[in-house]
């Protein structure tokens, strides 16, 4: 099994700017990629930002220019940075991992983003 916490979430100004953070133990040799969704209110979980076990990564259309997505091996944490936000970036940030059985879930950090 894999577990996933996540951290980093907050109240931030618009153009403000997060680094948000999940840290994954356990069973991580099983995890073949790992990636951030995001849960807006009345709206579906939606990707926004994965990485492969070879460091191939991949972004939404909408955030790609704004968010950054990278691991460290070491302390095994995935991160989000999160730059020039604005209010449609408030939602519950998810970390998810991949095996190839199943995908586990961490429990969310909520971004809110407003003046």
């Known amino acids: 099994q894999v577990q996933l916490v996540e951290s980093g979430g907050g109240l931030v100004q618009p153009g403000g700017s997060l680094r948000l953070s999940c840290a994954a133990s356990?069973?991580?040799?099983?995890?073949?990629?790992m990636g951030w969704y995001r849960q807006a209110p009345g709206k579906q979980r939606a990707m926004v930002a994965q990485?492969?076990?070879?460091?191939?990564?991949n972004y939404a259309e909408s955030v790609k220019d704004r968010f950054t997505i990278s691991r460290d091996d070491a302390k095994n944490t995935l991160y989000l940075q999160i730059d020039k936000l604005k209010s449609d970036d408030t939602a519950v940030y998810y970390c998810?991992?991949?095996?190839?059985?199943?995908?586990?879930w961490g429990q969310g950090t909520q971004v809110t983003v407003s003046s």
């Open positions: 998810n991992a991949a095996t190839f059985t199943i995908t586990y």
């Open positions: 356990g069973d991580i040799f099983s995890i073949y990629h």
């Open positions: 990485i492969t076990r070879a460091g191939d990564i």
